[in-house]
């Protein structure tokens, strides 16, 4: 009996690889790019300069370049001078389905700053970051309807303090794409390191998927300013980022390939361990798991992921028990809590853990 079962078990994953196997091959990563501003909203107007206008040129340059390559497929969310919702932007990074979504932007400052920056949702930890993030998201009191869009009003502190992480399982995905982009642009192009930094972008903060947020450069800084503006400026900026993309997806596939072959070494059967865990919190500050930490909740699990604590509750086996944990949690206030899977330890989609059971 347990000989039979084996030989289904190895036959199952045979089939069950192959066929991720052909995916991962023939599927396409989705990738959104989305130019800031637009329309009515001209984002900063640095030194004369529109940053609708240079951050279009950059994003369709990029698009450009990526289309080129079969498995990617590149949209936007905006190619002409139009005005789009902040939300609407997000919308179609979700309703794609998107791998990632690339928001291009640039600075601007009172001061002669210059440098360019890239940006992923997280904890803002200086005021600097915050100023930005308001900046940019003060869009949105331009949009009609905007209380009936966004919980959030950009003029209240407790609103920039409570915009939280919503993204935090693509925080890891979102970095590495983030470190690409910003140190290729350092490097090749000779841009001062504004770094990879976090801030809570509301457009960041309502798409799914890894998402970043570029600030090319400052258009304020004359000199800077006019590099962006430049022909020969947007064509670098633009062919760097797209290859700083395109690394992080050809990574993105060699993985997944890596992986189905991982498991399909003849005569092992691997007996992997599921695990669902409720992800309520995720901060810097390393807590003691004690319940009165977590309204109550008992047995909550730390884990330090780079810089950041994960704390989970509920660790179950049982997708149905995890559900019921999530709820739980949800419900003493951990609005934001989702359900995290791990395959030996290791963090995976939801999905994949669903399917391996
Ligand atoms: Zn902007």
């Known amino acids: 009996m347990k000989y039979f079962f084996k030989i289904y078990l190895v036959l199952g994953l045979f089939c069950f690889t192959s066929l991720t196997y052909v995916n991962a091959q023939d599927r396409q990563y989705v990738v959104v790019l989305d130019a800031g501003h637009g329309g009515k909203d001209p984002g900063n107007l640095g030194n004369g300069y529109k940053e609708k206008n240079v951050a279009l040129k950059v994003t369709l340059q990029i698009g450009k370049a990526l289309a080129k ?42 001061s002669n700053a210059y440098g360019a920056g890239t940006f992923v949702l997280g904890l803002s930890g200086n005021r600097q970051n915050l100023e930005i993030a308001k900046r940019e998201n003060s869009v949105i009191l331009l949009e009609e309807d905007y209380q009936k869009n966004y919980d959030y009003d950009p003029d209240s502190p407790e609103s920039m303090i409570g915009l939280s992480l919503l993204q935090e399982e693509n925080l890891d995905k979102s970095l590495s794409v983030a470190s690409f982009i910003q140190s290729d642009v350092v490097k090749n192009l000779h841009r001062k390191d504004r770094r990879v930094r976090q801030a809570n972008f509301l457009v960041l903060r309502q798409t799914v998927m890894p998402s970043v947020l570029v600030e090319l450069g400052f258009l304020t800084n004359k000199k800077e300013g006019r590099y962006l503006n430049s022909k020969k400026g947007q064509n670098a900026l633009a062919n760097t980022i797209a290859k700083a993309i395109r690394k992080y997806i050809d990574r993105l596939r060699l993985n997944t390939i890596e992986n189905t072959e991982d498991v399909v070494i003849p005569n092992v059967v691997k007996t992997d361990k599921i695990e669902f865990k409720t992800q309520i919190a995720s901060s810097r500050r390393k807590i003691s798991t004690k319940s009165y930490n977590f309204k109550g909740l008992k047995n909550v699990q730390r884990v330090r992921v780079g810089k950041y604590y994960k704390y989970y509750y509920g660790i179950s086996r049982s997708y149905k028990e995890a559900l019921k944990s999530q709820k739980l949690a949800k419900k003493k206030g951990y609005t934001t809590a989702f359900i995290a899977a791990f395959k030996n330890g290791e963090k995976i989609s939801v999905k994949e853990a669903l399917k391996l059971l």
Do not use: M, P, W
Not at 88 to 103: C, M, P, T
């Open 69 to 110: 390559y079969k498995y990617i497929k590149v949209v936007y969310t905006r190619k002409k001078d139009v005005f789009v919702e902040l939300h609407d932007r997000a919308k179609i990074a979700n309703k794609q389905g998107a791998d990632l979504f690339i928001s291009v932007h640039c600075d601007s400052h009172s």
